[in-house]
């Protein structure tokens, strides 16, 4: 089982900044991705910025230049730092975690609100 903490969000205005943490803990692979996904409604959850336990990231086009994923592996925790934030990523962000290389995630946070608006 693994175990996923997610803080941050909040309200912010547009062009504004926030960022989002998730700490993983329990049995985690040494080899896994972990990653930041959001779920408008009425749609499927997106797999919006993630990195593997080596280092590599993929960003959705839409938040490319403006996110940035990080994490520390001796903590298991990645960190989502969003920028220029705009009306429409207003969304409940999900942390997901996978053991593996693949960004299908075995386990989710709770979920966080994240809305931007004047």
């Known amino acids: 089982q693994v175990q996923l903490v997610e803080s941050g969000g909040g309200l912010v205005q547009p062009g504004g900044s926030l960022r989002l943490s998730c700490a993983a803990s329990g049995s985690i692979f040494s080899i896994y991705a972990m990653g930041w996904y959001r779920q408008d409604p009425g749609k499927q959850r997106e797999l919006v910025a993630g990195?593997?336990?080596?280092?590599?990231?993929h960003y959705a086009d839409s938040v490319k230049g403006r996110f940035t994923i990080s994490g520390d592996n001796a903590k298991h925790t990645v960190y989502l730092q969003m920028n220029s934030l705009k009306s429409e990523d207003t969304a409940v962000y999900y942390c997901?975690?996978?053991?593996?290389?693949?960004?299908?995630?075995?386990?989710w946070g709770q979920g966080t609100q994240v809305t931007v608006s004047s």
């Open positions: 990195i593997t336990s080596y280092g590599s990231t």
């Open positions: 997901g975690y996978a053991g593996s290389w693949r960004f299908l995630p075995e386990y």
